[in-house]
């Protein structure tokens, strides 16, 4: 993975009603629709991300799955924060992927392929990294868009969007070359080497 296309971070809802994590069955080097929710110029915005490009999703969990049991919990309140749980990279042009659904009701009927190429452990919501904690500032969410990592409000805090990547290379402890041996004995990720 190649960190100096992490460009973006999105927030992200179990297909919008916010009870699970969205997107936690997935796995390193697994692909799935990564969804944006209808709305003006959502449409043209998804579309213009360049392929190649990495995405960091960030989200709020209300009920998770217990990896042991399979029952379903709810999350502790102390755990009701916001989390940065995938980094995904946008694996064709925009041209490429359609609408799931044409003309529908379904408010998530827009999308963008990306495949895994970080994704947090979340059997334990403490080792989750806080999306706050991590990035140390609260971003514009702008409903369904990717923001930029050079967004005025995130260039506020971090004037470099070098900077602010090799800080997220670190906390969430992410193997940016074939040949790099990750930190397995960080608290926020599972060693991920990229294809």
């Known amino acids: 993975m190649d960190c100096n296309r992490l460009d973006y971070i999105k927030s992200v809802t179990d297909k919008?009603?916010?009870?699970?994590w969205a997107y936690?069955?997935?796995s390193i080097g697994s692909e799935f629709k990564l969804n944006f929710k209808r709305g003006k110029g959502v449409e043209s915005h998804a579309r213009k991300l360049p392929k190649g490009s990495l995405i960091i999703l960030s989200q709020?969990?209300?009920e998770c799955k217990d990896n042991l049991t399979g029952e379903?919990?709810?999350?502790?309140?102390?755990?009701?924060?916001?989390?940065l749980t995938h980094v995904v990279e946008l694996v064709n042009d925009g041209n490429y992927d359609e609408q799931q659904l044409k003309w529908g009701e379904d408010p998530w009927g827009i999308f963008r392929l990306v495949k895994v190429h970080w994704i947090t452990d979340f059997s334990?919501?403490?080792?989750?990294?806080?999306?706050?904690?991590?990035?140390k500032v609260k971003w514009s969410r702008r409903n369904t868009y990717a923001i930029s990592l050079e967004s005025k409000t995130l260039k506020a805090h971090w004037?470099?969007?070098h900077d602010l990547r090799e800080h997220l290379k670190k906390e969430l402890n992410l193997c940016c070359t074939k040949v790099q041996e990750c930190d397995t004995t960080s608290l926020f990720s599972h060693?991920?080497?990229s294809e």
């Open 124 to 135: 334990n919501c403490r080792k989750i990294p806080v999306e706050l904690d991590v990035i």
């Open 24 to 26: 936690s069955d997935e």
């Open 191 to 193: 060693p991920v080497l």
């Open 159 to 161: 004037n470099d969007v």
């Open 60 to 62: 709020i969990p209300h």
């Open 16 to 20: 919008g009603n916010e009870r699970e």
């Open 72 to 83: 379903k919990k709810k999350i502790p309140d102390e755990c009701k924060k916001r989390y």
